[in-house]
């Protein structure tokens, strides 16, 4: 072996790493997986627990240490589906409960077997999925993760909302032996179509079911002595529609290829009162 091949090999041995090396060296995360990693922060404590805002698709950091158990505390009333996590030798998984009915909680207990230890956990319920990244310290293990969700909360907000609208009164100072109910509700039977309406002999109103919350809302049309149709200003009051004028005939029209009609006429001489439904 000439001298010029003998340097040759020795270099290459001397600059590269062992194998052994390499194995043992932690992944590098990519600019990917450390934009979608959510790290802990002394403002989402809430005293010894971590809350993080749910986001999908999100991993979130969990620190835990051998001999300390770790809690992750699921959303009340969610069900468990399953858990599985990379390395299952290394670390101890389990679950158990707490508080009853819509206030039951599931809870993934965790525990590493040693230090400077690193995989996954993926959580599956019946609502959503977590993502989590486990890591073991020698110390300073976070008791317990658990999570605020912002889309369900403004959800819930709506439903109050709603609630407290259906329950104020669809106008205030309506003399009840004044109202008319002689009305005629005819035509298609779409999800939203109208409960009944009345009028104060100054109004008219539009009961709806509630699902009127929830989907498109169809425009009311006047329809004239001659057959034709007038689109008619209106106010939305809960679930009435409030129109301040009367009228013999509406229609509410919803739809474009197949539309939905629903006529409202108004029945002449005797009136219904009090209660009455058409």
Known sequence: MSRLL????????????????????????????????IEPSASGYVNAVQIYPYTEGVVYRLYAAPE??????LQAGETLNSVAAGDTA??????TTSGSGEAKHTHILIKPFAPNLQTNLFVATDRRTYQIALESR??????????SYPADEMMALKRRQAASEAAQPVERGLAVELLNFNYAISGDAPDW???????DGRQTFIEFPASIAVGEAPPLFVIGAGGDAELVNYRMRGRYYVVDRLFAAAELRLGAKRQAIVRIARLDAKTTRKGGRS
């Open 90 to 95: 290394r670390w101890t998984i389990g679950d």
């Open 138 to 147: 020698v110390s300073g293990a976070m008791p317990g993760i658990a999570w």
């Open 68 to 73: 300390r158990l770790t809690d992750i505390a």
């Open 6 to 37: 003998a340097a040759a090999l020795v270099a290459i041995l001397v600059t590269a790493p062992a194998a052994g090396a390499r194995e043992r060296r932690s992944p590098r995360l990519r600019a990917p997986d450390i934009a979608a990693l």
């Open 193 to 199: 179509r109208p409960l009944r309406a009345f009028d």
